[in-house]
């Protein structure tokens, strides 16, 4: 098959199940869960008290606040890599300015989640501007995938700036069969560490948690930096990848 051909058959099948690998060294991607707001309305253990119904050892990869494209491109080429499947979530802002990478998220079979249009504190606003920028980012976010500005998310996945939300939106996110993300982990890649000591801090809270949905932020330099050694470490230690979608 043509190189070509070969992408263009990837992607059409990528949201319904974890394509094959070219390289079987690779880490791959597992399996596939659909997650359905019914189901499982607000998943993530730091904010939640339900999670993902996970198996010891597997992985929920999750990257916040991008597209930024001279990480997010790093990021992107480590995920490819291992054949890793991952769920970006989206600042508006970001994807209207940066469409043509949102396209490559999305062809590169990852899933594309919401993260509002301009990253406010949503707990310190009123409910018409939080609910304003929810369906802001929605909508740049639809408009930079798909070229068509709607409020329906085409992935109904969101996540809160700073996991800070008031029971009125999430509320609101329920009633609109919207899944709320939290996470059950995270890098801590918003301080000021070295590369090493993020790995070092991810791979040792992995260890500890033994499973969950990971929290970085792609637009950090120090995380597109440790992406390669980190997707290797789960390589190496058995961890297996699990990729989140829509449940239909
Ligand atoms: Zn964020």
Known sequence: MAAGAFLAALAGSAAASAAECPR?????????????????????????????????REVVLTFDDGPNPPTTSKVLAALAQECARAT???????????????????????TIGHHTWSHPFMARIPFEKARAEIDRGIAADEMALNGVSTTTPSTPFFRFPYFEATQAELDLLQSRGIVVFGADLW?????????AQELKL????LAAAGKGIIL???????TAAIMPAFLRYLRENGYRLVHVVPGR
């Open 24 to 56: 079987k060294e690779a880490l791959g991607t597992s399996r596939v869960l659909s997650v359905d707001a019914k189901a499982t309305p607000r998943v993530g253990l730091k904010s939640f008290p339900q999670t993902l119904p996970l198996a010891d």
């Open 88 to 110: 970006f979530f989206l600042i508006g802002l970001h994807a209207a300015a940066h469409p043509d990478m949102v396209k490559r998220i999305a062809r590169e079979g990852h």
């Open 187 to 195: 890098a801590s890649d918003w301080n000021e560490i070295t590369p």
């Open 202 to 205: 991810i791979t040792e809270r």
């Open 216 to 222: 970085f932020h792609d637009p950090k330099a120090r």
